[in-house]
């Protein structure tokens, strides 16, 4: 298996990617592609121990900043690290491709250049939620702003794919995210949701409120993307101001200095659980080919996460079964290739 | 002036709300209706101290439970506390009423008993939000779960005026919550309603993202009912797993325990800091009528809260404020009483 990595996206590019490259091979079974500029690659590398034959580099003289237009710059700069990297996945030199840079850029450039698996009407962008339980996923978090009940249906399907089949979760529970747990709440999306997805063939155990999105009540959240994305945003926004509050009240003396010196390990830890960067990447699924998208801010833990879950998706064949799912519960649309 | 006070509404109701009262009116110059029965509150008041002629009772013999069908409930219990509540206002007996009782019973009821302030189109709960800095509002929380842009730019308007008239906030800054900074970003909403807001009589500070909300970047942040209701609720549910995550830290040994022995009164200020019950009530923007809604589990000191609230909201006149703001600019809709 060969992934190949953008290795100029993200805010600690290129160091902390060619870090996280090298730890992961030694702890996946994948040959990774380092996709960038080849003699700053070739440098880094130079310092580095790794196996014979497991990391090369592909070179691309461009980047695409964080801070660009999506649309323009994919269109602008052909031989960027992030659209070269599509671009192996598309003439089958690379099983998957994996990039921490410009999200917009990185979902626009894999929908033009790989499509969308056959009968997938959305593609979702899909993370690994941090609750208090055991961790399960959210989608769509930001590839459709708006969406119909049934493409969030088709997001069912694909993340309870994606849960039993890379997260090792069987019959992954799926939840709408809803304001009310009854049917007939929410807005006119999730009202035509619900009842959609009680017919459908996933684990549906109906609508979950977003106070209990922490506790880990479902496998699968499902919701459009708009949503999805206010949800990881604002659990993210929540956790650092609780904790830069608690910050305050840990540097009030000395007394309470030194109580904070004995909890700061136990809080690191539940810094990190709720910190979904941790996770390893989020796939965009329904993408004909395989596109996770790290965390800009990736450190190179990050991207060894995300290498190596990546491998684990390109393993588990999560794409074909996607295909066999859709086509074998096809739901009527009025308007289809909306 | 005269606040009517729903004494059977909520989790800890009638003893929490008779006692709220009764702090209340010693902190604020009105005369409380206490709304409910007759003998029951009777017996509660008989052991508080209370200034003569400054709570009253206002008999009524129904309850309406939390868990019952809204629109069924306010048709069928006329005389419950939280209808007639509504009708001492109506009729005049009343300025304002206050009520922890079920949201969806008391949002339809004061729809249907008082109406609309002339000109706006919905009516939006509203309710401070916590934050690292000062706290700020937030609206549409749930009166509405499928809005219009044009309705976000009338929550703009009354966001504004009640953010400076009865939070003292001067020239409150107005942002819209988005999934983005820039203008372009967002669904179809955000988008229309964006540039709706450039033009619109506030102090429009542009788009607020959801990892911002916790720090009071904007005074007022304007959202769908369905979006705010999820912020708020989520805000909510992280503050309480992250709390109680950290309280298996805390148990851990004895000098865990120790530590968080010195650090518990600092970390019950965030917690309660984070809390949106602490603030005192959320109006009901744009009804015509004083209407304000306090948590379901509140407490008295949440009561009292907001009940004061609720007599400086009477005082400043906010609702002829909205309806000066709101004439002065009105905007086509081609579909306006839908």
Not at 11 to 17: K, R, S, V, Y
Not at 171 to 190: M, Q, S, Y
Request: aromatic share 4%; with cysteine; net charge negative.
């Amino acid at each position: 298996m060969r992934i190949a990595v953008d290795a100029f996206g993200g805010d600690h590019a290129p160091e902390a990617i060619v870090k996280g490259c090298v730890q992961a091979v030694s702890e996946c079974n994948a040959e990774l592609i380092l996709v960038g500029k080849e003699q700053i690659l070739a440098a880094l590398l130079e310092h580095e121990d790794v196996p014979t034959g497991k990391i090369h580099i592909h070179h691309a003289e461009e980047v695409i900043e964080t801070s660009e237009s999506p649309v323009d710059s994919i269109r602008r700069k052909k031989d960027s690290s992030l659209v070269v990297g599509l671009e192996l996945v598309k003439n089958g030199e690379a099983d998957a491709v994996v990039s921490a840079g410009n999200t917009g850029a990185y979902l626009a450039g894999a929908f033009r250049t790989l499509g969308r698996v056959k009968g997938v009407k959305r593609p979702a962008l899909t993370t690994v939620l941090p609750t208090v339980g055991n961790p399960g996923v959210i989608l769509d978090v930001g590839a459709n702003a708006d969406c119909r009940p049934l493409h969030l249906v088709q997001f069912a399907q694909m993340g309870a794919i994606y849960a039993e089949h890379v997260l090792g979760i069987q019959h992954p529970r799926v939840g709408l995210l809803n304001i009310g747990a009854e049917e007939a709440k929410g807005n006119a999306l999730t009202k035509e949701t619900h009842q959609l997805l009680k017919s459908a063939p996933v684990n549906f155990i109906g609508n979950i409120e977003p106070r209990d999105v922490p506790y880990g009540l479902a496998d699968v959240i499902v919701c459009d993307g708009f949503t999805g994305n206010v949800v990881i945003k604002l659990i993210e926004g929540t956790a650092s101001a609780l904790f830069s509050m608690m910050k305050d009240v840990f540097y009030k003396s000395t007394l309470t200095k030194l109580a904070a010196g004995i909890l700061k390990p136990g809080l690191k830890t539940v810094k990190s659980r709720m910190d979904y960067s941790e996770y390893g990447g989020a796939p965009l699924l329904g993408i004909d080919g395989v596109v996770f998208k790290a965390h800009g801010s990736s450190d190179a833990k990050a991207i060894k996460n995300a290498v190596k879950t990546t491998a684990l998706y390109v393993e588990a064949g999560v794409n074909e079964k996607i295909k066999a799912a859709i086509s074998a519960y096809s739901t009527s649309d009025e308007d289809e290739d909306r």
